[in-house]
Structure formats: C-alpha cells, structure tokens
C-alpha cells in the first residue's frame, strides 16, 4: 500500500522508470522535462529544462551543451518554483553526468532554499548493472516499499540471456562497435560494454564501468567491427536514423566491411541503452536478438531497433 505522504519528484527518466516499477507511480508529483514513461507521468509538473535547444544536429547540440560547461554553467535549470509549490518529500537525481540532467549539486542548491519542504534527496550513480540493482534497492528503501521481488525478476531475465550466450565458441562472438554519439563520434560505455558481453559478443572501445570514450574515424575504420549499433544519447528511433546519415554519407563508410555486410543496426537509445533503469533488461533482450538471431527472439524488431 503506498505512503499518502509520499510526494515524489524524480528529475532523470530512469529513476521514474524505477519509481513505476516499484508501484510508486501515483505517488510522484513532479518529473523532469525528458521524464517521458510511462505514459501516465506526462502529465505531471515539469520541474527541470534545458538552458539549450535541444534540436538540430549532433554537432550542434554537442557544441551547445559543451559551451555551458566549459563556461563553468550547468545545462538545465531546475524550476525551483514548480518545486516549492510540490512540496516533495524525496527529490531523486543523479550524479553521474551533467549532459545527462540536472547536477547533484544544482539540485541540493535548489533544495537549501525550499521554505515549505525539506525533501530527501536520493541521488543515483550507476556504471553498472549490478549497480543499477543497488540503486533499486536504495531508492525502494528510502521510499519504504520492498523491491526485491521486482529485481530478482529482472535478475531472472539477465540469467536467461546470459546462460545461452556464455558457452558460445570464439568464431560466434561478434567485434560490437556500440556508439553513442555520432558527431563527434562517441564509443558506448558504463553498462553497455557489459550487456554487450551478456548478449554474446564482444564489445570494442567501451571498457565495462567508464564513461563513454570519444572515438576518431579512424579507430572506427582499423578495428573493422563486425556490427555496428547506433544508440544515440536522448535520440528515438526514427530522430537516431536522421542522425546517422551525416555519418553514413562520408566516402569510407561504404568501404567499411560491416556495411557491405549490411551489419549495421539503430535502436531506439532515449527508451532503453541510455537509461540505467529496468529498461537495461530490455536492452539486453534487443542485443540479444540483433547479435544472435538463431537464439533470441523477443520481438523488440521494428519498435527498439531496426536494421540501417
């Protein structure tokens, strides 16, 4: 049964994500402005916006976000208003990525000059999957709800993966370039090395637990990948396509064997790869499916990824 004193605002996705899965969507009063599942938290009160237009091409954006923080800036706003009129009890944000939401810090700022409420702040940092459990587990704590059934479901998934993948022989294990941002060009990190593995393949330039390392052409072009999957930071299926034809319109992208080999796929990132959230799982089930057809079928095809 849910607390009626609860007033929960969530300021990244992935935590609301957790929140619903927790059964504490009723509770949540407000969200940030990319807090977009489940469908029933869109109408609640926006409390956090960009400080730059969020459209137009990767470069552009990346350039934008990178002018804020190189001028010592954060890159969102918290609505410090929306949120003295909510009243929360628990505000959860993140500390992992200023480009990502709102900083932990900004967020505490914000909280120390509240008059009507003095809200816990519950702030998550994932790198990993295992980490990502312990989020659950801390955010369902301080909540006051038990989370251990819904994570030993979630855990049961990953095992079902993981135990047809693991006795694969070398030669069925494909190179995995995963990327993540496409102008400038940005290798996939944290936990996306790890659900590479998970799935069966191997996973190039992203090492398991660090952030996304930037990426040069080049390195593309000499480490040969066997796939190629496109997971755009904030960007849906049909937004992550447009962005790739810059990239795919470049003389040696026709050269590269992978895409002779017609091997390379987009996803839908802002719903699954780029949320440390239970969507991890349907992360996983995607590149299951794109890695190992023979074995996987989840029917992710068409709605999380597509072939480019």
């Known amino acids: 049964m849910i607390d009626r004193q609860l007033k929960i605002v969530s300021l990244i996705p992935s935590a609301t994500e957790i929140v619903a899965i927790l059964g504490l969507t009723d509770a949540m009063v407000g969200r940030s402005h990319e807090c977009d599942y489940p469908p029933e ?17 990767s470069r552009e954006i990346h350039n934008r976000a990178t002018e804020l923080l190189q001028s ?5 706003r918290v609505e410090t208003e929306t949120l003295e009129k909510l009243e929360p009890t ?25 008059t009507k409420s003095h809200p816990q702040i519950i702030s998550l940092q994932p790198n990993l999957l295992a980490e990502v459990w312990a989020d659950m587990e801390q955010v369902a704590m301080s909540l006051g709800v038990d989370g251990n059934e819904v994570i030993s ?63 040069k052409w080049e390195e593309l072009l000499i480490a040969n990948p066997d796939m190629i999957i496109f997971m755009p930071c904030g ?7 447009q962005d790739t034809m810059e990239l795919i319109n470049r003389p040696e992208w026709q050269d590269l064997p992978v895409v002779k080999s017609g091997k ?45």
């Open 90 to 114: 628990h505000i959860i944000t993140q500390a992992q990525c200023d480009v990502c939401a709102a900083s932990l810090a900004e967020v505490e700022a914000v909280v120390a000059n509240l």
């Open 153 to 215: 479901q979630l855990k049961y998934r990953v095992k079902a993966c993981s135990e047809k993948t693991q006795n694969l022989p070398v030669n069925d294990i494909p190179k995995v370039a995963c990327i993540e941002w496409s102008n400038p060009l940005m290798a996939a990190g944290n936990w996306i090395p790890e659900l590479v593995k998970l799935a069966g393949g191997n996973s190039l330039f992203g090492v398991v637990g660090k952030h996304s390392p930037w990426l």
């Open 235 to 241: 960007f849906d299926l049909e937004r992550t396509r």
């Open 264 to 308: 390379v796929y987009i996803t839908d990132g802002n719903s699954y790869f780029n949320r440390p959230g239970p969507r991890l799982v349907d992360s996983l089930e995607i590149l299951a499916e794109i890695l190992h057809p023979e074995l996987f079928n989840f029917g992710y095809g068409g709605i999380g990824w597509v072939k480019l």
């Open 41 to 57: 938290i869109q109408n609640l009160p926006v409390c956090t916006q960009p400080k730059f237009n969020p459209e137009g091409s």
């Open 72 to 76: 010592a800036l954060s890159v969102y």
